[in-house]
């Protein structure tokens, strides 16, 4: 049996202290515990239930202390797995009992420390990254994420105080679970574009104007032109790509390479056949904030500044060769880093020496992409959405806007058409309590339009923001529409993306 490092979820105390939870039936629940087999069907079970129900934060909270796990169904505790059934079932229900039942499953849950054992078969699933023991040692709340341990934060700096830090300082970001791969032409000799095609037959984007050195983001798309997933291409040389895709992603994205990758082999001499290396091991960190480049000029030679945003290089940085991209997941200037396996530890360490750098974990990095209006997948996109749906429509090349130009092209192409997509990704800006993922939005006249994919209040912005699908007509920015939360109507208004103003490093 292994144990599972790190509490996730707020300590009883601290829970109780924050909140003001005073009610009489509810203390002796927090404070006694209840087993997750017991029917909370008493008359006291009943009222604990409806007054967690109530509470402005409180279940929320818990829930959103929760969120990380919950997004890796298959790689949870058995009590999360029941958690996940539970508030699925009675989230938006008025069946207090059921709720009730709930709370003994979040109180059992809170109960769960670093001494707390996951099995043997569950533990086979989750990977490390080479920063593991580095994240330990930092004293990181470690939780299951896309098949990894990853941190979700550090010691007692909370989510909002490193988003804080990001925004005005250097946050550094483990983002190792992320898949590394190298796309290039079994012959190096060979000068042709069989490379850039078969990339370019995958994805929508433009790749052929591409020049080395310079990123795109892209799209993956299925043959129903549904988001696989969203990955990164920088273009290395005229015969080789160095691409990133997403971590929960690593077993469709891989098979389906290697399917397209046989199928497009099968017809091609020696010289024009495609490979594909995934960098295992890789180390990968994200340096991201406003002194991120102050940071690694100080331990390289080359200047920095000639790098601007989605431009891509090897450089000798504190004597050790890596490649560095200028761009990350936060909206702020800063640098994505692949390091040799070897020496990632000692990478990360030479970073944080400097007294500007704090490290981030994953509660920091939702908040952070969610105001810079960035999609994160089994969330704001999945399979059965359309890159034009999803506001992605710039990744599509204008001259390979044709039938068969790439896997997919038949819908994307039906919904770049006036009024061919049937939904659209929005932005929100809600009055009141915040929405969360999966929350319904409505018209003035209470017609249900579409749902909340992502939603948190905005540190930044002190406003509780959201992005979600709406049927289209009702996607224009300023249109005044509704979002049900916890069984009240919000106000909320259709609003542009990014939330902030991004800081990304143009020259």
Same mark, same amino acid.
């Given at each position: 049996?292994?144990?599972?490092?790190?509490?996730?979820v707020p300590s009883v105390e601290d829970f109780m202290a924050q909140y003001k939870m005073d009610h009489?039936?509810?203390?002796?629940?927090?404070?006694?515990?209840?087993?997750?087999?017991?029917?909370?069907?008493?008359?006291?079970?009943?009222?604990?239930?409806?007054?967690?129900?109530?509470?402005?934060?409180?279940?929320?909270?818990f829930m959103d202390a929760l969120k990380l796990r919950l997004r890796a169904k298959d790689q949870l505790?058995?009590?999360?797995?029941?958690?996940?059934?539970?508030?699925?079932?009675?989230?938006?229900?008025?069946?207090?009992?059921?709720?009730?039942?709930?709370?003994?499953?979040?109180?059992?849950?809170?109960?769960?420390?670093?001494?707390?054992?996951?099995?043997?078969?569950?533990?086979?699933?989750?990977?490390?990254?080479?920063?593991?023991?580095f994240h330990v040692k930092h004293k990181a709340k470690m939780v299951p994420f896309g098949g990894y341990?990853?941190?979700?934060?550090?010691?007692?700096?909370?989510?909002?105080?490193?988003?804080?830090?990001?925004?005005?300082?250097?946050?550094?970001?483990?983002?190792?679970?992320?898949?590394?791969?190298?796309?290039?032409?079994?012959?190096?000799?060979?000068?042709?574009?069989?490379?850039?095609?078969?990339?370019?037959?995958?994805?929508?984007?433009?790749?052929?104007?591409?020049?080395?050195?310079?990123?795109?983001?892209?799209?993956?798309?299925?043959?129903?032109?549904?988001?696989?997933?969203?990955?990164?291409?920088?273009?290395?040389?005229?015969?080789?790509?160095?691409?990133?895709?997403?971590?929960?992603?690593?077993?469709?994205?891989?098979?389906?390479?290697?399917?397209?990758?046989?199928?497009?082999?099968?017809?091609?001499?020696?010289?024009?056949?495609?490979?594909?290396?995934?960098?295992?091991?890789?180390?990968?960190?994200?340096?991201?904030?406003?002194?991120?480049?102050?940071?690694?000029?100080?331990?390289?030679?080359?200047?920095?500044?000639?790098?601007?945003?989605?431009?891509?290089?090897?450089?000798?940085?504190?004597?050790?060769?890596?490649?560095?991209?200028?761009?990350?997941?936060?909206?702020?200037? /800063?640098?994505?880093? %692949?390091?040799? #396996? &070897?020496? @990632?530890?000692?990478?990360?360490? !030479?970073?944080?020496?400097?007294? +500007?750098?704090?490290?981030?974990?994953?509660?920091?990095?939702?908040?952070?992409?969610?105001?810079?209006?960035?999609?994160?997948?089994?969330?704001?996109?999945?399979?059965?959405?359309?890159?034009?749906?999803?506001?992605?429509?710039?990744?599509?090349?204008?001259?390979?806007?044709?039938?068969?130009?790439?896997?997919?092209?038949?819908?994307?192409?039906?919904?770049?058409?006036?009024?061919?997509?049937?939904?659209?990704?929005?932005?929100?800006?809600?009055?009141?309590?915040?929405?969360?993922?999966?929350?319904?939005?409505?018209?003035?006249?209470?017609?249900?339009? /579409?749902?909340?994919? %992502?939603?948190? #209040? &905005?540190? @930044?912005?002190?406003?509780?923001? !959201?992005?979600?699908?709406?049927? +289209?007509?009702?996607?224009?920015?300023?249109?005044?529409?509704?979002?049900?939360?916890?069984?009240?109507?919000?106000?909320?208004?259709?609003?542009?993306?990014?939330?902030?103003?991004?800081?990304?490093?143009?020259?």
């Open positions: 049996m292994l144990k599972l490092v790190g509490d996730a009489p039936a509810a203390l002796h629940r927090l404070k006694v515990g209840v087993p997750a087999t017991v029917e909370h069907s008493t008359e006291e079970g009943v009222e604990t239930g409806k007054w967690v129900a109530e509470t402005t934060q409180g279940f929320i909270t505790h058995p009590l999360l797995q029941d958690l996940v059934t539970g508030y699925a079932r009675f989230k938006s229900s008025k069946d207090w009992e059921g709720r009730s039942k709930l709370v003994g499953w979040l109180i059992t849950l809170n109960g769960m420390k670093a001494s707390d054992e996951i099995s043997e078969e569950q533990s086979r699933q989750l990977r490390k990254t080479n920063l593991y023991d341990m990853m941190p979700l934060s550090y010691g007692d700096v909370g989510q909002v105080a490193s988003h804080h830090h990001v925004r005005n300082h250097v946050g550094l970001f483990d983002v190792g679970h992320m898949v590394q791969s190298r796309a290039y032409l079994l012959s190096p000799s060979f000068r042709g574009r069989s490379i850039t095609q078969f990339l370019e037959y995958l994805t929508p984007s433009g790749l052929t104007s591409l020049e080395p050195t310079f990123s795109t983001l892209s799209v993956l798309l299925n043959k129903n032109g549904g988001i696989i997933d969203d990955l990164v291409i920088t273009r290395r040389s005229d015969h080789e790509f160095y691409v990133v895709t997403n971590a929960g992603r690593r077993e469709r994205d891989l098979g389906w390479f290697s399917q397209q990758i046989e199928i497009w082999n099968e017809s091609r001499s020696l010289d024009d056949k495609v490979e594909m290396e995934v960098l295992e091991g890789w180390g990968l960190l994200a340096l991201q904030g406003p002194g991120a480049s102050q940071v690694l000029q100080r331990l390289t030679p080359v200047d920095l500044a000639p790098l601007t945003f989605g431009r891509a290089t090897n450089l000798l940085v504190d004597d050790l060769e890596v490649h560095v991209s200028r761009g990350g997941y936060t909206g702020e200037d /800063g640098f994505e880093i %692949s390091i040799p #396996p &070897s020496h @990632t530890v000692q990478f990360a360490e !030479a970073l944080m020496k400097q007294d +500007s750098v704090q490290l981030a974990g994953l509660a920091a990095r939702d908040s952070l992409r969610l105001e810079a209006g960035m999609c994160l997948y089994g969330h704001d996109l999945d399979e059965e959405t359309s890159p034009v749906e999803a506001g992605l429509s710039w990744v599509i090349d204008k001259k390979r806007r044709q039938p068969n130009a790439f896997i997919g092209a038949e819908t994307v192409i039906k919904h770049l058409k006036k009024d061919g997509a049937p939904r659209r990704r929005v932005g929100l800006i809600v009055e009141g309590a915040p929405a969360r993922e999966g929350a319904e939005i409505y018209t003035p006249d209470n017609e249900l339009i /579409g749902k909340v994919t %992502s939603g948190i #209040p &905005s540190p @930044t912005l002190n406003k509780n923001i !959201a992005m979600g699908y709406v049927k +289209s007509g009702w996607h224009k920015k300023g249109t005044e529409i509704q979002v049900k939360v916890r069984n009240t109507m919000r106000k909320a208004m259709v609003s542009p993306m990014p939330f902030i103003e991004t800081k990304y490093w143009r020259g």
